[in-house]
């Protein structure tokens, strides 16, 4: 099956298919970052909150 397939075309669909796996998965991307960034606040409120009472 690959032999019909020139170097050139697989490099093209490898591209394409990541592109494509980027675009469709993007929202899933940001909202974990989206996510870790507020967890990270959440942790900084909790240690000032700690050393408050210390």
């Given at each position: 099956?690959?032999?019909?397939?020139?170097?050139?075309?697989?490099l093209f669909a490898t591209v394409?298919?990541?592109?494509?796996?980027?675009?469709?998965?993007?929202?899933?991307?940001?909202?974990?970052?989206?996510?870790?960034?507020?967890?990270?606040?959440?942790?900084?409120?909790?240690?000032?909150?700690?050393?408050?009472?210390?």
């Amino acid at each position: 099956m690959f032999r019909r397939l020139t170097f050139a075309q697989l490099l093209f669909a490898t591209v394409l298919g990541i592109a494509g796996g980027v675009y469709i998965f993007q929202p899933v991307f940001e909202q974990y970052a989206k996510d870790q960034k507020e967890l990270k606040e959440k942790m900084q409120l909790v240690q000032e909150s700690e050393e408050k009472k210390s």
